[in-house]
């Protein structure tokens, strides 16, 4: 099985163009997750779901959005993207939300915006 | 706030045994997870702990003490391959992980 897959791997984007960055995952996993990484920080929550129809905003939500419609596809859209968003987005998920259970990764895409 | 803290970066032989110490203090506490992260790549699952005291998993050990907000990471034979970054992350009260900006190790031959 694939787990988890996110695209595009890496792309460079123009200051105030809007970007969607793909995540699909295959485990029938009901919650998932995006982070930002950043140099010398943790991984930063940016929004999650708990369950397909459901979304909640993370610690870091300004300027994103999210749409859960089914299981698999967890989409997160910057709608006019800044260069502090530059960042190493992580997609994850999880059987459930909630105590013990662990989080899937994906392998990440590395935004670049000018 | 919400604060983790683990040292940014320690160096170890082969062969040898690391401890990596994680403190933290965060709103409510559901469970402390440690994740290895090779670099460039995604982070993965090593140990989950809830309850104090020691969980072992091979070459891999995990300590908590919820008491003094503390975990540890034990390594034991030390690989080259344990060459990483090791993501300490807590679970707060609102079931969302808190992370901290992880440890790289760095293991010499």
């Known amino acids: 099985t694939a787990g988890i897959t996110q695209a595009p791997t890496s792309q460079i984007l123009a200051a105030g163009r809007r970007m969607t960055l793909r995540c699909t995952q295959d485990m029938r996993h009901n919650a998932m997750y995006w982070y930002r990484q950043d140099l010398g920080l943790g991984l930063r929550l940016i929004h999650y779901?708990?369950?397909?129809?459901?979304?909640g905003k993370g610690e870091v939500p300004d300027g994103y959005s999210v749409s859960r419609a089914n299981t698999d596809d967890f989409p997160l859209t910057l709608a006019s993207a800044v260069p502090s968003q530059t960042s190493v987005y992580f997609c994850?998920?999880?059987?459930?939300?909630?105590?013990?259970?662990?989080?899937?990764f994906g392998p990440g895409t590395r935004l670049t915006v000018l | 706030g919400q604060n983790i803290d683990q040292p940014t970066e320690m160096t170890a032989t082969e062969g040898a045994i690391v401890q990596i110490n994680c403190t933290y203090q965060?709103?409510?506490?559901?469970?402390l997870f440690w994740y290895q992260q090779h670099a460039g790549e995604a982070p993965t699952f090593l140990s989950y702990n809830v309850l104090d005291g020691l969980e072992e998993k091979g070459r891999f050990s995990s300590f908590l003490s919820r008491s003094k907000g503390y975990s540890y990471l034990l390594l034991k034979e030390l690989q080259m391959k344990d060459s990483a970054s090791y993501l300490c992350?807590?679970?707060?009260?609102?079931?969302?992980?808190?992370w901290g900006a992880g440890t790289k190790l760095i293991i010499k031959p």
């Open positions: 965060t709103s409510g506490f559901n469970g």
């Open positions: 994850a998920s999880s059987d459930l939300a909630g105590e013990g259970n662990e989080q899937f």
């Open positions: 992350a807590v679970l707060d009260s609102n079931y969302q992980l808190i």
């Open positions: 779901s708990n369950t397909a129809g459901t979304t």
